[in-house]
C-alpha cells in the first residue's frame, strides 16, 4: 500500500494562475480532506468528502474548489492563485477513527 | 467553532529530560488526536484517545485526557533527539472519531532535543 500519496511535491505560481493538486489514497478509504498548513496556525480544513460524489466546505473554502469522482482521487483545485494561498497542503484520508495524511505539497504564489 | 490552544508553543529540552505538552479546548473533547510532523514531512500519527480519564502510551510517549477540563497532556519521558518536531493536537467533531476527516487543530509544539 501506497498510503495517501500527493503531486506535486513543490510548486511555484504567478499570482492569477490557476493548477490542480493531486491527492490519491490506494486504503479504500471512504473519508478524504484538505488542510493547509501555515506558520503558527496548525492545520487548518479547505474541502472534504464523505464518498466519491460528495464534498462539503471546511473553514478556509475561499479560492479552492474541489470534486470526488472516484474513493481514490481527491483533486484540488486553485482557481486564480492569489500570494495569501503560499502555504503547504496536505491531503488525508479517513476510516472510523484513523486519519492518514500525505506527504504534503508546498506552494508557493508569487 | 471549536478552538485548540496549546502549550508551550516551542519548547528546547536537553537529552533525557522529561516534557510535557498541553492542549486545551473551548468545547467538550469528544476525541483527541496527537500527531507528530517532523520538518517538510506528513504527519505521523500517534494516537488518539476518547474516554475522559483515559491514558495511553506509545514507546516513550504518554498521552492522557482530561474531559472535565477539556484537556489533554502528553509526555515524554526521558527524551531523545528522535522524538524533536512539531506536535500537533487535533480534536475530532460531535460523534467521535475522524469518520468525516474533520479535526480541529491546535498550532503545533515545536520540540528540540539538545544532545
Known amino acids: 500500500n501506497a498510503g495517501v500519496t500527493q503531486t506535486p511535491k513543490f510548486q511555484v505560481l504567478k499570482t492569477g494562475q490557476s493548477m490542480t493538486l493531486q491527492c490519491a489514497q490506494d486504503?479504500?478509504?471512504?473519508?478524504m480532506s484538505w488542510y493547509r498548513q501555515d506558520p503558527g496556525m496548525g492545520l487548518r480544513l479547505i474541502h472534504y468528502?464523505?464518498?466519491?460524489?460528495?464534498?462539503d466546505q471546511g473553514e478556509v473554502p475561499n479560492g479552492y474548489n474541489v470534486s470526488r469522482s472516484t474513493t481514490e482521487d481527491f483533486p484540488l483545485r486553485l482557481l486564480s492563485a492569489a500570494p495569501s494561498q503560499t502555504s503547504v497542503y496536505f491531503c488525508?484520508?479517513?476510516?472510523?477513527?484513523?486519519?492518514?495524511f500525505g506527504p504534503g505539497t508546498r506552494l508557493t504564489v508569487t | 467553532s471549536q478552538e485548540l490552544e496549546q502549550s508551550p508553543q516551542s519548547l528546547i529540552v536537553q537529552e533525557g529530560k522529561n516534557l510535557t505538552i498541553n492542549c486545551t479546548s473551548s468545547k467538550t473533547l469528544y476525541g483527541l488526536y496527537w500527531y507528530k510532523q517532523k520538518y517538510g514531512e506528513g504527519l505521523i500519527f500517534l494516537m488518539m484517545?476518547?474516554?475522559?480519564?483515559e491514558e495511553k502510551s506509545h514507546e516513550k510517549i504518554t498521552a492522557k485526557l482530561d474531559e472535565k477540563k477539556q484537556q489533554s497532556s502528553l509526555h515524554i519521558t526521558a527524551s531523545q533527539p528522535s522524538h524533536a518536531g512539531i506536535y500537533l493536537c487535533g480534536a475530532a467533531p460531535r460523534g467521535g472519531g475522524t469518520s468525516y476527516g474533520k479535526l480541529t487543530f491546535g498550532q503545533g509544539t515545536i520540540l528540540t532535543v539538545h544532545p
Open positions: 484517545l476518547q474516554k475522559g480519564g
Open positions: 486504503m479504500n478509504h471512504e473519508y
Open positions: 488525508a484520508s479517513s476510516f472510523s477513527n484513523e486519519q492518514y
Open positions: 468528502s464523505v464518498g466519491a460524489g460528495i464534498t
